[in-house]
C-alpha cells in the first residue's frame, strides 16, 4: 500500500469528491448532507503524496426507524477509482469507528450502494432491513455494525 495519510478535514473538502464519485448529477456546492456541520461530525480524508484520494464522513444520528440516541451515521464515503482496493477506504471506515467510540456511539450505520455491501460486510456490518432505491444513485441497503465506546475497539457485527 502507498503511503496514505487519513485526517480530518472540514465539510467543504469533501464536496469535489462528492459530486465526482457519489453525485455527479449535482452541482459540488449543493452538496451538504444534514449534520455535516454540526460540532460532533468527522469528516475524513485520504491523503496519498499531499492529493485528497478519498472522503469519509460521520454524524451523530439514530438509524432509520430508531431512537437510539447512541447511533451515528457513515456517509458520503467516496474513493477515487485509481485509489480502490488499497486499504485506503477501509482505514477511513476504522477512523470513523474510533470517533463514534470516542463520543459514546454503540452504533454506526448507513446507507450502502449495493455494490458496497462486500466492503462494509468485510468490517462486520450486517443488512438491515429489504433493498431500496435512492433515486438517482441506484440500489441500497441500510448495514450497521456495533462499536465498544470504552475501549475505542471494533466490536462484533450485530
Not at 26 to 37: C, F, I, K, N, S
Not at 79 to 88: A, H, I, S, T, W
Request: charged share 25%; glycine share 10%.
Amino acid at each position: 500500500m502507498t503511503e496514505c495519510e487519513i485526517r480530518p478535514i472540514a465539510a467543504e473538502e469533501t464536496r469535489l469528491l462528492r459530486h465526482l464519485i457519489l453525485r455527479p448529477h449535482q452541482a459540488p456546492e449543493t452538496l451538504v448532507y444534514p449534520g455535516d456541520l454540526e460540532p460532533e461530525s468527522l469528516h475524513t480524508g485520504a491523503f496519498v503524496d499531499g492529493r485528497l484520494a478519498g472522503i469519509a464522513s460521520v454524524v451523530h444520528r439514530p438509524m432509520p426507524g430508531g431512537t437510539d440516541e447512541a447511533g451515528w451515521q457513515l456517509r458520503g464515503m467516496a474513493v477515487l477509482p485509481e485509489f480502490r482496493r488499497k486499504g485506503y477506504g477501509e482505514a477511513m471506515v476504522r477512523a470513523c469507528i474510533a470517533h463514534v467510540a470516542r463520543n459514546g456511539g454503540t452504533i454506526l450505520w448507513c446507507n450502502a450502494r449495493k455494490l458496497a455491501v462486500p466492503f462494509y460486510r468485510s468490517l462486520g456490518f450486517a443488512i438491515e432491513g429489504k433493498e431500496f432505491e435512492v433515486p438517482t444513485t441506484g440500489p441500497h441497503f441500510v448495514m450497521w455494525r456495533t462499536v465498544r465506546s470504552e475501549n475505542r475497539t471494533m466490536g462484533e457485527g450485530p
